[in-house]
């Protein structure tokens, strides 16, 4: 699958796309690359009502390749190089979301089976513990 970027979409239009072929996964976009294997600093993130044309260097319009095979770590490259964005995906874990700064080399299809995987299975142990708490109760 190829991921659109053209100059006049907003962040929030990659954004979606993206979590439209990986719901377990989001990305997002900072003022500047992390270091390998460090986390974005927070502060640096941009707004997903921001304009690519404000912060974006673009040559022209064009397609990133998000095929489930690639790893995160060239996905994020390919926007550094072809747009000058820092790129950063996250995984959903809970109700939170983690960097992937330390699984970078992982494709996507599996950090987003590895999202689905925890937080299908974190509302069957809460059940669980719930079922067995009560038990002991009675």
Do not use: C
């Not at 377990?24 to 927070?42: D, G, T, V, W």
């Not at 142990?125 to 067995?132: A, E, R, V, Y």
């Amino acid at each position: 699958m190829e991921l659109r970027v053209e100059n006049e979409m907003k962040i929030r239009d990659i954004q979606k796309a993206f979590s439209n072929q990986y719901p377990f996964l989001k990305i997002e976009f900072f003022k500047k690359p992390h270091a390998k294997n460090k986390l974005s600093p927070r502060a640096e993130m941009l707004s997903s009502n921001e304009p690519l044309r404000d912060f974006a260097k673009f040559r022209h319009s064009s397609r990133i390749n998000i095929d489930g095979v690639r790893p995160i770590a060239q996905v994020e490259e390919d926007f550094w190089e072809m747009f000058g964005m820092s790129a950063q995906i996250f995984r959903k874990s809970g109700n939170i979301w983690i960097e992937t700064s330390l699984t970078d080399g992982w494709p996507l299809d599996k950090q987003n089976r590895e999202g689905e995987y925890f937080n299908s299975h974190i509302g069957e142990s809460l059940d669980k513990k719930i079922d067995d708490e009560r038990m002991d109760s009675d």
